[in-house]
């Protein structure tokens, strides 16, 4: 490992992390001012900081070519940044569009969280940027602040249209807790959640197949939401109820219609999975991840073979429930597993996966874990 004096020449000021997240329930709502329901993992990107006075923003990670970036601040546009870099990058960016006076900082990163597979490296990487930011420059941005000023990064600067709940999810998060969050007015409630002390796990199967929602596949599929809600007279999808969806469905063209089904049913699958977890049901949540996966992968559209796979062998192994984690095109499943059988479902899905001739997945368990904070 490199540290942060040998790349800049001095010590850093502090030591920030923000994590990456799984999604329990609530996929491709948050665009739709719909709700989620994810958990922060342990798995974060760490970020040794030292301020300049020069205007320069200087970025090396870990898991980079072992070369130092250095960009110009107040010359930061969207398109001028490639790779990795364009992340901390657009946050800077963005702070510096929203008024905030901030000026260039040594970086130095580190992360275990997996690349492409569906687990918000991306939100971790940014949130990350923007909490030392917060703390260095002392900017008044509370938590959510932060996070709506790292989803404007990767909207405008990066060029993908995500919603907030990645953003949210990284900042918000707490140790223990699932993240209920209404993503119309940010309103969020820590829900508990005692895996353990229910003899349960969730099992994270990371399919390896990386996906770059940058492709244009993630921006068609919200530019289709949003054509239905005005086709409907609605503010956003989130305005339209199981009890009318029948009807609504009538009144928009056939390719639409899948969309707008999966939106407003999976909303209804969050509200459903808080129902459980308030009744301390955490096993009814099996069936409802296993509905979601189909709802992705019938309706949206958005999931692939090795996904499909992931789902259909953990469940068949055993587990309660299964789907697909993430804005979809691979990435991760996520399965609810009592505790005696994990290493059981772990296998059977491997043994699925060198069957179907495809590369080994990546399985670990997920702990509800922290949010963005300073480590030193």
Not at 82 to 99: F, I, N, Q, S, T
Not at 306 to 311: G, I, Q, S
Request: with cysteine; hydrophobic share 45%.
């Amino acid at each position: 490992m490199t540290d942060f004096q040998s790349v800049h020449g001095a010590a850093p000021t502090g030591v920030w992390a923000a994590p990456g997240r799984v999604n329990l329930i609530g996929e491709h709502t948050d665009y739709n001012d719909g709700f989620v329901l994810p958990i922060a993992l342990p798995h974060a990107t760490r970020a040794a900081v030292r301020l300049r006075t020069d205007g320069l923003l200087r970025l090396w990670s870990e898991q980079g070519d072992g070369k130092v970036t250095e960009l110009d601040v107040a010359g930061l546009t969207p398109g001028a940044v490639d790779g990795w870099a364009k992340y901390p990058a657009a946050v800077v960016w963005a702070l510096r569009e929203a008024g905030h006076q901030v000026g260039g900082a040594d970086f130095w990163f580190d992360s275990d969280v997996p690349t492409g597979a569906g687990l918000s490296s991306s939100a971790s990487l940014e949130c990350v940027v923007a909490t030392a930011y917060r703390d260095l420059y002392e900017l008044d941005l509370d938590a959510a602040g932060l996070a709506l000023i790292a989803q404007r990064a990767e909207n405008a600067f990066v060029g993908v249209p995500c919603g907030v709940m990645d953003q949210m999810a990284s900042m918000c998060c707490a140790e223990g807790g699932a993240l209920f969050l209404d993503t119309r007015d940010l309103a969020q409630r820590q829900v508990p959640l005692d895996l353990a002390g229910r003899g349960l796990r969730l099992l994270v199967i990371d399919t390896r197949v990386k996906h770059d929602l940058a492709d244009g596949a993630y921006a068609a599929l919200r530019a289709g939401c949003e054509r239905a809600a005005a086709l409907l007279g609605l503010p956003a999808l989130r305005d339209l109820d199981l009890p009318g969806l029948p009807a609504a469905l009538d009144r928009l063209p056939a390719e639409l219609r899948p969309l707008v089904r999966h939106v407003v049913t999976e909303d209804a699958r969050v509200e459903q999975a808080i129902a459980l977890l308030d009744a301390a049901d955490l096993t009814g949540l099996g069936p409802v991840l296993t509905a979601g996966h189909a709802s992705l992968r019938d309706d949206y559209g958005v999931s692939c073979p090795e996904t499909d796979l992931a789902v259909a062998a953990a469940v068949e192994a055993g587990a309660l429930g299964a789907r697909m984690t993430g804005g979809g095109f691979g990435g991760s499943v996520i399965a609810l597993v009592d505790a005696e059988r994990l290493d059981g479902i772990a296998a059977a899905v491997t043994g699925a996966f060198k069957a179907a001739g495809y590369a080994d997945p990546r399985t670990f368990t997920a702990t509800p874990a922290a949010g963005a904070r300073r480590l030193a």
